[in-house]
């Protein structure tokens, strides 16, 4: 059923025109642009064709300058480093992304992703103890999370460990104090707004880079972009965030360098999956790639995603990519089975005609509760959140529709 209200934007008519003519495109371009509040012509400009020429300033977003200090120390000591992500496909290519950068400048680097049911999302301080135990860390980054972790990050200062952190998500009440936060949302700048996790990493690479010309740790921005702007389309795509701004420079030239040049761990997926990669798009990397790196997040270990991409060997690329696209099967299967099955509870007790839906089962996959959460929005036009219920706890996830702040009511 079809319970979706549409709203029709009326327009300014000369201002249509105006942007038509010197934009030289046609009227109807010219009412998409307007209707993503896209109103001048360099806006336009940018907007349809977007240039590596045209990013912003790394440095104009809050925190950088000091993360990029930190860094730049960890560098000149050769110090060990931990990068701590999250098990999505945004954190994987972030973590991937980050953790090549700094081992291509010398630095001993661990990773640490979480388990998404058996430790959950976030910043946890047992890995950040072991790391500093077990590889001499003293420096630790976030990437795609970290931002509600104040707590976490007190107790890492007890015991001499560095942190920056690296997110995209909104700031909780209580955010980590005395140390660098790199989020855009902490800052003003439209033009960051809309960077997914991977692409926050990617800024702080850029400034990385920037803020070590002259010395013997050199790169140059135009390597910077052809070495990782695939993996920030990627991670860009797959966590749906918006195609604006920086971000849309990012994937644009991301997607260019997956067509042509795709790394290795890529080749393997596209060839396990049945992609050409000069036909890659948004929708192949949505819809194919972006689902097969998230599949070992959803139901075991993102681990093996994340070594996919930092092998070097070629027979372990190869098993890594048949396990994400056996994996990815087994969670198609089991996401079917649970949107059957809440589907039949919501019509079964009518809770179609409540103003959010809530449910939950003993039977239902925790790793795949929240692709069936969007698709009951999709389906009921109603906020929906879907718990998988474990002996000792139970974890869900939600999804929301325009105008309804699903944290806030929560």
């Not at 500093?132 to 107790?155: F, P, R």
């Amino acid at each position: 059923m079809d319970n979706k209200v549409w709203e029709f934007i009326t327009q300014d008519e000369n201002l249509k025109s105006d942007l038509a003519q010197k934009l030289a495109i046609s009227p109807f371009l010219a009412s998409l642009l307007i209707n993503r509040g896209i109103v001048n012509a360099r806006e336009g400009k940018n907007f349809l064709n977007p240039d590596f020429g045209n990013l912003s300033d790394p440095f104009d977003l809050p925190g950088m300058e000091a993360a990029a200090a930190r860094v730049g120390t960890a560098l000149k000591n050769k110090e060990p480093v931990l990068v701590y992500g999250d098990y999505d496909a945004d954190g994987v290519t972030a973590t991937a992304l980050l953790t090549l950068f700094l081992r291509e400048a010398g630095l001993p680097v661990t990773t640490f992703i979480p388990h998404r049911i058996e430790e959950g999302y976030g910043l946890h301080f047992n890995p950040l103890r072991e790391a500093k135990k077990k590889s001499g860390v003293g420096l630790v980054i976030s990437v795609d999370c970290g931002i509600g972790a104040a707590a976490v990050v007190e107790n890492a200062k007890e015991i001499n460990l560095d942190v920056i952190i690296t997110d995209h998500h909104l700031p909780a009440d209580h955010i980590p104090r005395g140390v660098p936060l790199v989020n855009p949302h902490l800052g003003r700048k439209e033009e960051f707004k809309s960077l997914s996790g991977v692409g926050v990493a990617f800024e702080l690479v850029r400034a990385v880079a920037l803020s070590q010309r002259g010395n013997r740790f050199h790169f140059s921005e135009d390597q910077v972009g052809r070495d990782y702007l695939d993996l920030v389309a990627t991670g860009t795509i797959a966590d749906l965030s918006p195609l604006r701004g920086e971000s849309r420079i990012l994937t644009r030239l991301g997607l260019e360098i997956l067509r042509h040049s795709p790394r290795p761990a890529f080749r393997e997926l596209f060839r396990q999956a049945g992609v050409k990669p000069g036909r890659v798009d948004t929708q192949t990397v949505g819809w194919i790639i972006g689902p097969r790196i998230n599949a070992a997040g959803r139901l075991s270990n993102a681990d093996l995603a994340l070594q996919l991409f930092l092998t070097e060997s070629e027979s372990e690329r190869a098993a890594s990519a048949e396990m994400l696209e056996q994996g990815n099967r087994k969670r198609q299967r089991l996401g079917q089975k649970v949107l059957e099955a809440v589907c039949r509870e919501i019509e079964e007790q009518n809770l179609d005609e409540r103003s959010i839906i809530i449910l939950g089962n003993e039977d239902w996959h925790p790793g795949v509760v929240g692709i069936v959460a969007g698709k009951i929005v999709d389906r009921y036009h109603r906020p929906a959140i879907i718990f998988g219920i474990t002996p000792h706890l139970a974890k869900g996830s939600g999804r929301s529709i325009p105008g309804f702040h699903l944290f806030e009511a929560v």
